[in-house]
T-cell receptor, first 109, second 115 residues
Framework: AQRVTQPEKLLSVFKGAPVELKCNYS??????LFWYVQYSRQRLQLLLR??SRESIKGFTADLNKGETSFHLKKPFAQEEDSAMYYC???????????FGAGTRLFVKA | EPEVTQTPSHQVTQMGQEVILRCVPI?????FYWYRQILGQKVEFLVS????????KSEIFDDQFSVERPDGSNFTLKIRSTKLEDSAMYFC?????????????FGAGTRLSVL
C-alpha cells in the first residue's frame, strides 16, 4: 500500500530551537519524496524535494530508504516557519502525489 | 511569477445540484490535477489529466465526477449530483512534467459547501 505517515499533528517549539518534522512512507518501488508547506492564508507550495538535495529556508530532508523516512529538519526555528507542513510521495513517472496528514508547526517567540 | 488560478474561491450549493469548479493552469504546463481536502483530513488525489485524457484517477473519482479541458486554458472539475460528503476544499494543480518527475504548482483552492 502507498502511504505517507506524519505522526505529529502539532509541533510547538521555541524560536531558535531545532525542529524535526517526522515523515515515514510505504511504497513498493522508488518514490520521489517532497515536503510541501502552507503558510497562513497562502496556497500549498513546494518546500523541497529529495532529489534536489538542497536546503531551502534553512530546512533539509534526507531520504533514508532503510527506515523509509524523509524527516524535515532545521537547526534553528524562526517564527516565520510557523505553517502547515505536508510530506508527500510520488512514484517515479507516476501521475499522482500522495500526501501525509500534515504537521502544524508553531514557533513561539 | 505565474500562478494556478481557481474560481470561485467559495461555492455554496444544494445537495443534488451540479457544480463546476474552474482552474486556469500555468500556461506552458502539460499535466493537470485535482485534489480535495475534507476539513481536518489529508489532501487526497482525485485525478490527473494529460494530453486531453485522464491519465490516472483515484477510487474517489467515481461516475459523478468528470474533468474537461474545454479550451487551451481552462481545466474544469464537474460534480454531477453533489452530496453532503462532497463538501471540501478542492485544489487544482499543474506541472510541466509528471508528478514523479517535477513539482506541482497548486491553486489557492475552491471551498465547496454542500447544504
Amino acid at each position: 500500500a502507498q502511504r505517507v505517515t506524519q505522526p505529529e499533528k502539532l509541533l510547538s517549539v521555541f524560536k531558535g530551537a531545532p525542529v524535526e518534522l517526522k515523515c515515514n512512507y510505504s511504497y513498493s518501488g522508488s518514490p520521489e519524496l517532497f515536503w510541501y508547506v502552507q503558510y497562513s492564508r497562502q496556497r500549498l507550495q513546494l518546500l523541497l524535494r529529495h532529489i534536489s538535495r538542497e536546503s531551502i529556508k534553512g530546512f533539509t530532508a534526507d531520504l533514508n530508504k532503510g527506515e523509509t523516512s524523509f524527516h524535515l529538519k532545521k537547526p534553528f526555528a524562526q517564527e516565520e516557519d510557523s505553517a502547515m507542513y505536508y510530506c508527500a510521495l510520488s512514484g517515479t513517472g507516476g501521475f499522482k502525489t500522495i500526501f501525509g496528514a500534515g504537521t502544524r508547526l508553531f514557533v513561539k517567540a | 511569477e505565474p500562478e494556478v488560478t481557481q474560481t470561485p474561491s467559495h461555492q455554496v450549493t444544494q445537495m443534488g445540484q451540479e457544480v463546476i469548479l474552474r482552474c486556469v493552469p500555468i500556461s506552458n504546463h502539460l499535466y493537470f490535477y485535482w485534489y480535495r481536502q475534507i476539513l481536518g483530513q489529508k489532501v487526497e488525489f482525485l485525478v490527473s489529466f494529460y494530453n486531453n485524457e485522464i491519465s490516472e484517477k483515484s477510487e474517489i473519482f467515481d461516475d459523478q465526477f468528470s474533468v474537461e479541458r474545454p479550451d487551451g486554458s481552462n481545466f474544469t472539475l464537474k460534480i454531477r449530483s453533489t452530496k453532503l460528503e462532497d463538501s471540501a476544499m478542492y485544489f487544482c494543480a499543474s506541472s510541466p512534467d509528471r508528478a514523479g518527475k517535477n513539482i506541482q504548482y497548486f491553486g489557492a483552492g475552491t471551498r465547496l459547501s454542500v447544504l
